[in-house]
């Protein structure tokens, strides 16, 4: 289940980034779940990974891999198994599997960044990854991104991805990101596992800059669930293969490049909400007018995270009260709550203190009947707004992760 029609992917190829997908079988016989990539030599490298501090064994040797290697040059991404919560053993599977790829590949071991994503305390099936290896690399391809963002997916039921191709002084060049997540989504750094390249050249630390910048405003305003995941990791390549050179002294195409891997970017993430786990409501939550944006988040996540908000939207029942108190229990200091408003699409719920005077009945189940709802909150006490988005909370929910192991 999915909240609004899928859509039809097309994932323009980056020049200088290769994929490969094959089959290891790890937690169901036939199915892809090994992904490689390739990053040309000479590629600047950011990462953001999950702040966990029961982080995966793959989070911890990648991590290490990043602080003597600052050019990496394959990624190792297997699915049906987190290999977190499994100790020294699992840094040591973690490490012969980047082992055989940079042998295989003729690289040093610290230039392979392993990742991981699925059931968390099972140690890692090294030697059916170790076997379904050559079958990836043999199947690098530029034009692959479709069918990696198949071969991440866990409990997922759709693919993510999203494609933007800009031109500068004649010559084109690319953004191109996938990513997947379903449950245990609250990322507190980027997703379950996200990756966006690029064919422009950026420098090492202008793109760390930027995806540190454009992570904060879409992964990490997404919260399926408010389980922070130990495997999260979110990765930004640049190629430089386009000939097209990002900086500082060119304002107006770094412009252009922030917006459009900010749309990349927020589409892969929003992608995530509108495949949480049973899901059949898509929500934003915008919070105006407050003094900081830690207090604008702590609303809007105390209403993401309301089981009661949560059940009430799967109901689609206008339970306006829920909302109301959440906005009262979030910690504000000094709330004026006779200032506050509330609205539900374009309906307004509350206002000075209690129910909107102009409110039925029947305007919130206009609003809540829809799959996309959007709720506002003005705390009108300062000049800033941040939004995040959620889902609702379903039987299925509950269904898929009570028999996520079986």
Known sequence: MAVGAEKSLKLNPVKGFRLGIASAGIKKPGRRD??????????????????????????????????????????????????????????????????????????SV?????????????????????????????????????????????????????????????????????????????????????????????????????????????????????????????????????????NPDDSELLDRFVSALREVMLEIAQAIVKDGEGATKFVEIRVDHATTSQEALDVAYTIAHSPLVKTALFASDPNWGRILACVGRAGVANLDVNAVTIWLGD?????????????????????????????VVSLNRGQVSETVWTTDLSHDYVKINAEYRS
């Open 347 to 375: 309906v307004m719920i509350v206002e000075q203190g209690g129910r909107a005077s102009s409110y039925t009945e029947e305007q919130g189940q206009a609003v809540m009947d829809q799959e996309e709802i959007r709720i």
């Open 110 to 246: 610290e230039s392979v960044l392993p990742y991981s994503t699925g059931v968390i305390g099972e140690p890692l099936p090294v030697e059916k990854i170790l076997a379904a290896l050559d079958d990836a690399i043999e199947d690098l391809d530029e034009n692959h991104w479709l069918e990696a963002s198949y071969g991440i997916m866990t409990t997922d039921t759709r693919p993510k991805g999203h494609s933007v191709v800009l031109e500068h002084q004649g010559k084109p060049f690319t953004i191109t990101g996938i990513s997947k997540g379903s449950g245990m989504i609250m990322p507190n750094m980027a997703t379950m596992l996200g990756y966006v390249a690029t064919d422009a050249q950026v420098d090492p630390a202008l793109l760390q800059t930027l995806l540190s910048q454009v992570n904060e405003q879409s992964f990490n305003r997404i919260t399926v669930d408010g389980d922070t995941s130990t495997n999260d990791a979110c990765m930004l390549v640049a190629t430089g293969q386009s000939g097209v050179s990002i």
């Open 34 to 107: 090994l992904v490689v990539m390739q990053i040309a030599e000479g590629s600047s490298v950011a990462s953001v990974f999950t702040r966990n501090q029961f982080c995966a064994a793959p989070v911890v040797l990648a991590k290490q891999h990043l602080a003597t290697q600052s050019q990496p040059r394959y990624f190792l991404v297997n699915t049906g198994n987190a290999n977190a919560g499994t100790g020294q053993q699992g840094l040591q599977d973690a490490k012969r599997c980047c082992e055989a790829l940079a042998a295989k590949t003729q690289i």
